[in-house]
């Protein structure tokens, strides 16, 4: 079993930086591709990005690519995300999860944290 938490979220304005941080317990991370997600109320939950289990390489959702990295420290078990050039559409709960094989499905993804409110308004 591995439990995920996720920090970091907060109020920022259009054009901030916000970072967030999932540290896992339970389980070492080193075995899991890590991904990011988030949803708004009333939209299905959206995969934002997801890094391989060396950190080695990373895939992105078009409309974060170039405004969002990823990265993690496996041995802290803690994942990170980098949030550039917010805008109000990135608003939303993001969640961070872990999964067996890379995926942008949620579906795919075992173990969830609890999600964190980042909202981006001026």
């Known amino acids: 079993q591995v439990r995920l938490v996720e920090s970091g979220g907060g109020l920022v304005q259009p054009g901030d930086s916000l970072s967030l941080t999932c540290a896992a317990s339970g389980r070492s991370l080193n075995s899991y591709v890590m991904g990011w997600f988030r949803q708004v109320p009333g939209k299905e939950r959206e995969f934002v990005i997801g890094?391989?289990?060396?950190?080695?390489?990373?895939y992105y959702a078009d409309s974060v690519e170039g405004r969002f990295t990823i990265s993690r420290d496996n041995a802290k078990d803690t994942v990170y995300l980098q949030m550039n050039s917010l805008k109000p559409e990135d608003t939303a709960v993001y969640y961070c999860?872990?999964?067996?094989?890379?995926?942008?499905?949620?579906?795919?993804?075992?173990?969830w944290g609890q999600g964190t409110q980042v909202t981006v308004s001026s």
């Open positions: 890094i391989s289990r060396n950190g080695g390489s990373a």
């Open positions: 999860a872990a999964a067996r094989r890379p995926s942008i499905k949620p579906g795919d993804y075992d173990y």
